[in-house]
């Protein structure tokens, strides 16, 4: 299945011809109208920065359509000897002598917080335990429009700032084009809410313990966060300061986080639907190029045999969608790089394409099959495959949830390849691998059943058990936290095996009787347990231990005939 390719007859118009066939059985899918967040800025701007660049800039800005410019002095002003071209100061004095200003000492400049986006930011200077709003001391106004930042670290350090904020220096080349651009961010907007949130799928947090964080960790921007509720805590996404890089909806294991520009679903449809049509239409060796969309040029031509995807951003199509590509019959998967993507994106897909290059190994696949190629590089875009596509004239995906629609990505590359049986390593904090129960600890109280987020851990229906199924496990450790006994331990790693598919028992025990009505209800190792721990409790003091090994209905009503045979007995509670 995997023999490589030594010589091929390559029929490139043909091939081009069965692109087109593709491209017309099925549009790539868009969100022609999506749900979208809207910004309203007046024009009242803070900037930030040395005396003298501030000074320049709000010179520059002056009649420029701006309501307010509020000057803050976070640092000291550089020697102006030996710069050529420097204003005078005096003179730059006298035509910025109205607007409103302020100057922080150094060890105030530390304290500078800055929070929002366009329209709404919260600019605070930490000072005991009120920070001082400075946009209502200032400018007397709840929020700033928008920050235009000068110095030579920004405030905000960040791959991908919010809207509003704009960071440069004044001796930049591009300084002119970014003053023009944020003079110009006065006004209604709106962009797309690129991301919809299904709490009920995400593995982040249960009963008050953290699982899951992968999003937090590869959002460039910074929208993401863990909110704490009263219980536990759960992921929002700010869609203000958004930018639809779609990396966490990519790593989000469970699809917990569905990017909508389009959905993942959609997208794996239309790359199934355009490499089926390619093979009717006669193509051969094709070769699924990702790449986004703003990169595609216009007068770009492909060889015929390169069927391009192309995507709001890279980081909207991760690991399952290249595998999904490879199972649906492309000979390989490319990635189109482009030089001005975030590091921390440029970091996440290259943690992606390790995972794929890993499963494919695993299931006996030349992990070649997947690479990166650069803008511009038309020799490696239009190489041909090494390896021949493997067959998918009966592949297609029927389950509906992300998770599930992996799985059945990785049994068709299975069924194509050959497994070991064996535990793969996998890189760090990859979603996949199994569990160890510590059979002697275990109680079965079911903690980690309550916790999981995914079937992969179950109870029993007739008898206490605990039955796990590693295709579901996501790795986000609640189970482990959740158990009282710390019985569980995690073990990562992809299983390359058909038992990763089976349910099997970790753990099981007879049930423990009512000593009352007769009923099961738990097991003898989980009352032994609450014994042990609630010996000393009031509530259960002398012969009321009795009462943990009663069911839930036996226990309340010995309770009340206690209460009824001495009522100042619930005085001892």
């Known amino acids: 299945m995997n023999q490589r390719i030594d ?34 800025s007046q024009g009242h701007a803070l ?46 004095l006298a035509n910025t002598a109205g607007l409103t200003h302020h100057r922080l000492a150094r060890e105030q400049a530390a304290r500078l917080r800055i929070e929002g986006y366009l329209g709404r930011f919260l600019v605070t200077l930490e000072h005991g335990e009120t920070p001082l709003d400075l946009a209502r001391a200032l ?21 991908l700032p919010p809207p509003g904020y704009v960071a440069t220096r004044w001796a930049a080349p591009e300084t002119p084009t970014r003053l023009d651009a944020f003079a110009a961010l006065v006004g209604e907007f709106d962009k797309p809410r690129y991301f919809q949130i299904h709490h009920a799928l995400c593995a982040h947090s249960a009963s008050g313990n953290t699982g899951c964080a992968r999003c937090l960790e590869v959002c460039p921007a910074d929208a993401i966060q863990s909110l704490k509720g009263r219980v536990g805590s759960r992921i929002e996404i700010d869609p203000y300061r958004c930018h639809g890089v779609g990396s966490c909806s990519s790593a989000c294991p469970t699809g917990a986080i569905e990017f909508r520009m389009p959905e993942s679903h959609r997208q794996q449809e239309t790359l199934l639907a355009w490499l089926a049509a390619y093979r009717e239409a006669g193509g051969g060796q094709p070769v699924v190029r990702f ?3 703003d990169h595609l040029l216009p007068d770009e031509s492909p060889a015929g045999h390169v069927l391009d995807v192309p995507l ?29 993507m975030p590091v921390r994106l440029v970091a996440f897909l290259d ?11 695993a299931l006996g696949h030349a992990p070649e099959r997947l690479s990166v190629v650069a803008v511009g590089d038309t020799l490696a875009r239009d190489a041909l495959p090494a390896c021949p596509p493997l067959p998918a004239d009966d592949f297609e995906l029927d389950a509906s949830g992300k998770r599930d629609r992996l799985n059945q990505v990785l049994d068709h590359l299975a069924a194509l390849g050959e497994q070991d049986g064996a535990r793969h390593a996998m890189p760090r904090e990859a979603a996949y691998g199994g569990l160890a129960v510590d059979t002697q600890r275990c109680t079965l109280c079911m903690a980690c059943v309550a916790s999981c987020p995914t079937p992969a851990l179950a109870a029993g229906t007739e008898s206490p058990e605990l039955s796990f199924r590693e295709a579901d496990c996501v790795q986000c450790g609640l189970c482990a936290d959740a158990c009282p006994e710390e019985a569980i331990a995690l073990l990562p790693g992809f299983l390359a095996d058909p038992a990763r598919h089976q349910r099997h028992v970790c753990h099981a025990e007879a049930a423990f009787d009512c000593i009352r009505c007769g ?6 190792s989980t009352i032994a347990s609450i014994k042990a721990k609630l010996a000393d409790h009031p509530y259960f003091a002398g012969d ?20 009824a045979r001495d009522p100042e007995s619930q005085l001892k509670v």
């Open 544 to 563: 009321a231990i009795s009462r943990l090994e009663m069911c839930e209905d036996c226990r309340v009503r010995d309770v009340w005939q206690d209460l």
């Open 139 to 159: 400018a007397n106004r709840d929020y700033f429009d928008q920050v235009l930042d000068l110095g030579e670290t920004p405030a905000l350090a960040l791959e």
């Open 47 to 92: 900037l930030l920065g040395n005396e003298r660049d501030v000074r320049r800039a709000a010179l520059a800005l002056q009649e420029r359509g701006l309501r307010s410019l509020t000057l803050l002095f976070t640092e000291p002003v550089p020697a102006a000897a030996g710069e050529e071209g420097v204003d005078d100061d005096e003179i730059l």
């Open 519 to 524: 009923k099961p209800f738990a097991t003898a």
């Open 291 to 293: 790449v986004a969309s």
């Open 351 to 361: 943690d992606q394409l390790a995972q794929a290059r890993a499963l494919l190994e």
């Open 312 to 340: 709001e951003e890279l980081g909207a199509a991760g690991h399952d969608q290249w595998l999904t590509a490879l199972a649906g019959g492309a000979a390989e998967v490319r990635l189109q790089h482009h030089p001005d």
């Open 7 to 40: 010589t091929i007859a390559v029929d490139d118009v043909g091939n081009r011809k069965a692109r087109e066939a593709a491209y017309r059985r099925a549009s790539w899918p868009l969100n022609l109208a999506p749900a979208s967040v809207g910004y309203l």
